[in-house]
């Protein structure tokens, strides 16, 4: 397990930024933490890594968005809002999960038995007696 600590948005956005440069294709990302903790700035970030411009936001009511223009295609979750397990073979997510992107997945314990063993998951905190900004990232 190896964890990061950050002290502001612009540092959670480099963090996410490093993973998305090292990142290989057919990885899958789970991504936890509170509202407001930063996942949306992570996941910039790790999009920035992997070469995508184009701008980044959660998909809280589309399930997933597609970025298809950087060095790995990169499909960016949000299952909060999944009320059926059946939801997810509707869209079709095998082809993401065992495609040749890469998925990060945001409230992904609703989905629980859909994620392959190999996913790396990710866990933002905050801890306000050490600021307002700072975040400890869990990767494991």
Not at 43 to 59: D, F, K, Y
Request: negative net charge; charged residues 25%.
């Amino acid at each position: 397990m190896e964890y990061i600590e950050t002290n502001s948005p612009e540092e959670t956005y480099a963090a996410g930024k490093k993973l998305g440069l090292s990142a290989r294709r057919g990885e899958i990302y789970t991504l936890n933490g509170a509202l407001g903790v930063g996942k949306t700035v992570f996941t910039q970030g790790m999009a920035a890594g992997l070469g995508i411009t184009e701008h980044v936001n959660s998909p809280t009511f589309t399930i997933v968005q597609v970025y298809e223009r950087g060095r790995l295609p990169f499909y960016h979750f949000d299952v909060y809002r999944i009320g059926d397990i059946e939801e997810m073979e509707e869209i079709g997510y095998e082809d993401y999960f065992y495609g040749d992107g890469i998925c990060m997945i945001e409230w992904a314990e609703r989905i629980r038995e859909l994620i392959p063993e190999y996913a790396q998951n990710i866990t933002i905190e905050k801890n306000l007696e050490k600021g307002f900004d700072y975040r400890k990232i869990l990767i494991k």
